[in-house]
C-alpha cells in the first residue's frame, strides 16, 4: 500500500530512497501546500499510530479521528488495562468501536505500514530515547509530547545527536511539540519578533488556572500537599512543569542571543482559602500550584524572562508576550491558552509539517504549522 504523498522533496519517501537521505533543503511543503488550494496529491490516507493513551494520547487520538485525511491504523500502550481493548473505547469517543486494538508491545504495531507516530509517553528524553529510535528505525516520522524533546541541544547534546544522526539515516523527521513548549512561549514568541527591528530583552509570562485541567496535571503542581511535602517532591524531581528551559533555549537561538546561563526557580503557590475543583480540594495554607521562573544570562544581564503561575483556582489567567527593542512589543491571550486543548490541536496540526519536513531533529521553530482542516481531502 504506497504511503501518502510521498515524495522526493519531503522526509516522507519509500525506505530505499531514505538510506541515500531523500529530503532536500528546497522542501515545498508540497503534498499540504497544494492540497489547501484544492490541487491535492495527497493519493493515500496518512496512516498513523498513538503511542500512549494518558488523558493527552486520548485526546490526541479522538482530533485525529475527525480528520478526513487520517486514518489511525494503530495503538500502543504498555498498561495491561488497555492491552487488547478497541482504542475508541479506551479513549472514549462517541463513534467507538473504530477497529483498532490497543497493543502493550511496538514491535508488532511497527512491522505494519505506518507514516506517523504520534507520540505522548513521558516528559523525560531519557525515558523515551528507545521509544524513538524504535520508531525512526521502523521508517517513520515522530511527532511527540515530550518537552525535552522540544529543544533537547543544550540540555541533551548527545542524545539530539543521536537522534538527528539516526533520523536522518533513515530519511524521517521527528519533532517535540505542544502548547508549551513548543508554541506560547517560544515558537508565538519568535513570530512576534517577525515585526521587530531590533529586540533587547524578552518576556513570556502564562499564568494558568489549574481546576479547569485535568487531575494528573493538578498532581503534577502539588496542589493539596502540605509546603513541606511540595519542596520534597520538587527536590525529587517529581514536581516541575517541564520545559521553561527548552523554551528560553529555543528563543535565545532564534534571536541571536548567546547565553551564559539559563537558571530556574519553583516555589509553591499557597492557597489562601478554600479551593474546589472536580477532582480534589485544596484547603488554606495548602499548596495550590506551582510557580516557575525561569531567566536566560548573557554578560550578567538577562535577557529572557519566562514566568509560569500554574495553580487551582488562578485569577486573570493570560498568556503575555513582551518584547523590548525597536518597537516596543505586547501581546496578551486574555484567559490565557487552554494547555489540553491546545496541545492537541498542535501535536494534530504539526502531522502535515513532519511529513514534509527535512529529514533529521526538527524543532517547532523550524516548522510551518498552521490548522489542519477536518475536511481536508486525502
Known sequence: M?????????????????????????????????????????????????????????SIARLMRQKDSLEIVGAIDKDPAKAGRDLGGVVGASDAPWGVLISPHAAPVLEKPVDVIVHSTSSYLTSVMEQLLECIAAGCCIVSTCEELAYPFRK?????????????????????????????????????????????????????DAAKRRLPLQKKIGAGMTPEEFRAQVAAGVIKHHGLPESIAMVADGLGFSLDDISETIEPVIAEEIIKTEFLE???????????????????????????????????PADTVVLKGEPHLTLTIPGGTHGDVATAAVVVNSIPAILAANAGLRTSRDLPVTFFPSNAKP
Open 2 to 58: 504506497a504511503g501518502a504523498g510521498r515524495g522526493e522533496g519531503s522526509a516522507f519517501c519509500e525506505k530505499a530512497q531514505r538510506k541515500i537521505g531523500c529530503s532536500l533543503p528546497s522542501n515545498p511543503l508540497t503534498y499540504w501546500l497544494l492540497a489547501s488550494l484544492g490541487n491535492s496529491i495527497v493519493k493515500k490516507k496518512i496512516r498513523v499510530v498513538q503511542y500512549g493513551l494518558g488523558p493527552i494520547g486520548s
Open 156 to 208: 541533551h547534546p548527545e542524545l539530539s545527536r543521536k537522534l538527528d544522526v539516526a533520523a536522518q539515516e533513515e530519511g524521517v523527521a521527528l519533532v517535540g511539540t505542544g502548547v508549551n513548549p513548543g508554541f506560547v512561549m517560544d515558537k508565538l514568541a519568535l513570530t512576534l519578533s517577525a515585526v521587530a527591528q531590533r529586540i533587547d530583552w524578552l518576556s513570556a509570562v502564562r499564568i494558568v
Open 282 to 316: 485544596v484547603a488554606p495554607g495548602q499548596v495550590a500550584g506551582v510557580h516557575q521562573i525561569a531567566r536566560g544570562v548573557s554578560a550578567g544581564k538577562e535577557k529572557i524572562f519566562m514566568e509560569l503561575k500554574m495553580y487551582v483556582g488562578a485569577r486573570h
